[in-house]
């Protein structure tokens, strides 16, 4: 059995300037860990937004634990609040806004695993 436990993860800035913590990555990670994807814990400030980014062959679930903001893929935004669930495309330009006043908090997950040279400034 694997358990991470947040506090106990390293807290890094991501490409995008979101804070990350990665939970899981089978490409980081023991390599026995059987996963088709990556998990991370992520966190944009209040009236702050991660930076427009794009990853090239992964697409990417956000879901709303804390907060609420503005997510924006390609042309689109909309409005995104706890309990939400955001499919991003491969390829996909993105990034999402915190329009609250508490941190707005949520789950990354990446198909295939997220790898530094898949993801780009956009």
């Known amino acids: 059995m694997i358990v991470r436990r947040l506090r106990e993860l390293g807290e890094i800035v991501a490409i995008d300037d979101t804070r990350l913590r990665e939970m899981f990555n089978p490409l980081h990670d023991d390599r ?3 996963l088709g994807y990556s998990l ?6 209040p009236h702050s937004e ?3 980014h794009r990853l090239k062959t992964s697409s990417e679930t956000y879901y709303i634990l804390q907060g609420k903001g503005e997510m924006h893929i390609d042309n689109e935004s909309r409005e995104v609040k706890v309990n ?5 495309p491969p390829g996909s330009r993105q990034y999402i806004s ?7 908090v949520f ?6 695993p997220w ?8």
């Open 40 to 45: 991370a814990h992520a966190i944009v400030k």
């Open 115 to 122: 790898k530094g040279e898949d993801e780009e400034l956009a």
């Open 84 to 88: 939400d669930a955001i499919y991003v």
């Open 98 to 104: 915190n329009t609250g006043t508490t941190d707005l």
């Open 107 to 112: 789950l990354c997950i990446v198909n295939p």
């Open 50 to 52: 991660s930076l427009p």
């Open 32 to 34: 026995s860990l059987l």
